[in-house]
C-alpha cells in the first residue's frame, strides 16, 4: 500500500527566511513520482514541483526545491525567501507507476509572519 | 495555460437527493479523476476514469457514486442519494499520461448537503 505522512499540521516563518515542508513516504514500488500542490485560501489546487523516483538530482521551480532523500523515503519541500503570499496548505502527493492514482498527504499549513 | 473547469462552484441540495457535478477536463488529456476535500481537511480519493472506464476507485466510491463521460469532453459525478457526510468540496482532476505527468486540478464544487 502506499502512503504519505505529513507531521507538520501548522508551520510559522518569517517573510524572506527559508522554510521546511516534510513530507515521508511509504510504496514497494520502485518507480514512482513526488509531487508537492499548493492550496491558498480560495481552494484551487497549485502544482508546484516534481520529483521522479529516479532523478539523481533534486529538483528545483523557482523558489521552491525539493530535498528528495530516497534512502529515508523523504521528500521534504523547501521554501527560500518566504513571501507574504506563501501562507497556504501544502501537500505532498505521490504517484506509483504501476497505478493512476495520486495519494495525498494530510497537509501542512504555512503563515509566513511580515 | 489550458484548465480543468467545474460547475457549479457550489451546490446546495436536501439530503437524499441526486446531484450531478460537471467537469470538463483538458482536451488532451487521458485520465480523469475525482477528489474530495472536508472542510479544508485531506484531499481524498474517489475515483480514476481511463479509457471510458473505471481504472480505480475507493472505498468511499461505493454504489451511490457513479461517473461518466458521455460526450468525449464532459465528466460528471454522480451522487444517486446524498447524505450529510458528502457535504465536502469534490474536485475533479486530469492528467496527460502515467508518471511523470502532473495533476491538473478544477476549481472545485464546494456541496452542502442539509
Known amino acids: 500500500a502506499q502512503k504519505i505522512t505529513q507531521t507538520q499540521p501548522g508551520m510559522f516563518v518569517q517573510e524572506k527566511e527559508a522554510v521546511t515542508l516534510d513530507c515521508t513516504y511509504d510504496?514497494?514500488?520502485?518507480?514512482?513520482?513526488l509531487f508537492w500542490y499548493k492550496q491558498p485560501s480560495s481552494g484551487e489546487m497549485i502544482f508546484l514541483i516534481y520529483q521522479g523516483s529516479y532523478d539523481e538530482q533534486n529538483a528545483t521551480e523557482g523558489r521552491y526545491s525539493l530535498n528528495f532523500q530516497k534512502a529515508r523515503k523523504s521528500a521534504n519541500l523547501v521554501i527560500s525567501a518566504s513571501q507574504l503570499g506563501d501562507s497556504a496548505m501544502y501537500f505532498c502527493a505521490m504517484r506509483v507507476d504501476t497505478g493512476n492514482q495520486f495519494y495525498f498527504g494530510t497537509g501542512t499549513s504555512l503563515t509566513v509572519i511580515p | 495555460e489550458p484548465e480543468v473547469t467545474q460547475t457549479p462552484s457550489h451546490q446546495v441540495t436536501q439530503m437524499g437527493q441526486e446531484v450531478i457535478l460537471r467537469c470538463v477536463p483538458i482536451?488532451?488529456?487521458?485520465?480523469f479523476y475525482w477528489y474530495r476535500q472536508i472542510l479544508g481537511q485531506k484531499v481524498e480519493f474517489l475515483v480514476s476514469f481511463y479509457n471510458n472506464e473505471i481504472s480505480e476507485k475507493s472505498e468511499i466510491f461505493d454504489d451511490q457514486f457513479s461517473v461518466e463521460r458521455p460526450d468525449g469532453s464532459n465528466f460528471t459525478l454522480k451522487i444517486r442519494s446524498t447524505k450529510l457526510e458528502d457535504s465536502a468540496m469534490y474536485f475533479c482532476?486530469?492528467?496527460?499520461?502515467?508518471?511523470?505527468?502532473?495533476?491538473?486540478f478544477g476549481s472545485g464544487t464546494q456541496l452542502s448537503v442539509l
Open positions: 482536451s488532451n488529456h487521458l485520465y
Open positions: 510504496t514497494s514500488d520502485q518507480s514512482y513520482g
Open positions: 482532476a486530469s492528467s496527460r499520461g502515467m508518471g511523470n505527468e502532473k495533476l491538473f
